[in-house]
T-cell receptor
Framework: SAVISQKPSRDICQRGTSLTIQCQVD?????MFWYRQQPGQSLTLIAT?????????ESGFVIDKFPISRPNLTFSTLTVSNMSPEDSSIYLC??????????FGPGTRLLVL | QKEVEQNSGPLSVPEGAIASLNCTYS??????FFWYRQYSGKSPELIMS????GDKEDGRFTAQLNKASQYVSLLIRDSQPSDSATYLC???????????FGAGTRLFVKA
């Protein structure tokens, strides 16, 4: 497995503001992913963070709302822009360590007021 | 039809019993299957992966895969209260080249 950290672990934000979430892995990985998990729900893939190119977004998620950076093979950021209460959720990064097996970071708990 | 379906539960079993969690998937070409455990307030933790038809055992956990029936299950033997969690079934979708997660089954193990 890998050691994955996320910052911040939780935050309370005002609507209309933006929050950038960081994900750091202790080894180089090709595939990194960002998920959202709303209360009582399962995981929804937001995008795949590609190193050296633009992220690949899933249906319903757009770059203007969720810009992603992937400057190297151990780090990625997800920004939640112009937040509304509907963005209140847990945001999780994950990495693929081979054989399509994903390991998750501890998550960022976001509350938008 | 959802791509990965699980009974949401809750599934309640007494301590020491076998808990059986089931999952069906729609992508017939899927080759990789996973079970994750998620405690309340925590992130998902990988328990088992399975790639071939049949059973795969790891301690008290056994994953079973039947590709012809598009069915994956997880058996937990000698269930403990500490096994109480939500169990997520995940399937790697070869068409979209991404992992699809089921909604999860909540398991309660009663002491």
């Amino acid at each position: 497995s890998a050691v994955i950290s996320q910052k911040p672990s939780r935050d309370i934000c005002q609507r209309g503001t933006s929050l950038t979430i960081q994900c750091q892995v202790d080894s180089q990985v090709t595939m990194m992913f960002w998920y959202r998990q709303q209360p009582g729900q399962s995981l929804t893939l937001i995008a795949t963070a590609n190193q050296g190119s633009e992220a690949t977004y899933e249906s319903g998620f757009v770059i203007d709302k969720f810009p992603i950076s992937r400057p190297n093979l151990t780090f990625s950021t997800l920004t939640v822009s112009n937040m509304s209460p509907e963005d209140s959720s847990i945001y999780l990064c994950s990495v693929d360590l081979g054989e399509e097996t994903q390991y998750f970071g501890p998550g960022t708990r976001l509350l938008v007021l | 039809q959802k791509e990965v379906e699980q009974n949401s539960g809750p599934l309640s079993v007494p301590e020491g019993a076998i808990a059986s969690l089931n999952c069906t998937y729609s992508d017939r070409g899927s080759q990789s299957f996973f079970w994750y455990r998620q405690y309340s307030g925590k992130s998902p933790e990988l328990i088992m992966s399975i790639y071939s038809n049949g059973d795969k055992e790891d301690g008290r956990f056994t994953a079973q895969l039947n590709k012809a029936s598009q069915y994956v299950s997880l058996l937990i033997r000698d269930s403990q209260p500490s096994d109480s969690a939500t169990y997520l079934c995940a399937v790697f979708n070869t068409g979209g080249f991404k992992t699809i997660f089921g909604a999860g089954t909540r398991l309660f193990v009663k002491a």
